[in-house]
């Protein structure tokens, strides 16, 4: 039987991450629309994405471990749909990865280079888009509904 603390602690991670990368997401969509303008909120917005990154990606690998622990090895094993949500959240980690680095390495200069900014933007988007579908499936592998269940049938069970 699975420890209840375990179960809890991977739910925690989740609405941690879900929450920080959702936050993150917004605040870098308003980064973007003002990154044409040297202002305080285009700054702070930029900042907000990325401390709200941070925060999300390192929930994010704690429930992603705790998940892997707390999961029937059988099932992990053998189940398609829990190897698609494994992968969905390993290519979500990868795009917030990316992010959090592009972030890192060339700081605010980053606005500065068109093609640059573009790039992280659609890094964000799709880390966010990536995670929302591995957020489907999980409650979908659960035995909870979504409004994406839809979005997760045009994929497979």
Do not use: C
């Not at 629309?33 to 900042?47: C, F, G, N, P, Y």
């Not at 959240?89 to 640059?116: A, C, E, G």
Request: aromatic residues 14%; positive net charge; without cysteine.
């Amino acid at each position: 039987m699975v420890n209840r603390l375990a179960v809890s602690l991977h739910s925690l991670g989740a609405e941690f991450h879900t929450g920080a990368l959702v936050l993150a997401s917004l605040a870098l969509i308003g980064a973007f629309i003002t990154r044409k303008q040297d202002s305080t909120l285009h700054k702070q917005l930029e900042a907000v994405a990325f401390f709200a990154a941070m925060f999300g990606v390192l929930s994010l690998i704690f429930s992603a471990i705790v998940g892997w622990l707390i999961w029937p090895s059988g099932s992990l094993l053998f189940s398609p749909s829990v190897w698609r949500k494994i992968m969905f959240t390993v290519f979500s980690l990868t795009f917030w990865t990316l992010f959090l680095y592009i972030r890192f390495k060339f700081k605010s200069d980053l606005w500065k280079n068109t093609s640059l900014s573009q790039i992280y933007f659609l890094t964000g988007i799709g880390g966010i888009l990536t995670l929302i579908y591995t957020g489907t499936m999980g409650g979908k592998l659960t035995g909870k509904e979504s409004i994406l269940d839809a979005i997760v049938g045009l994929f497979g069970r």
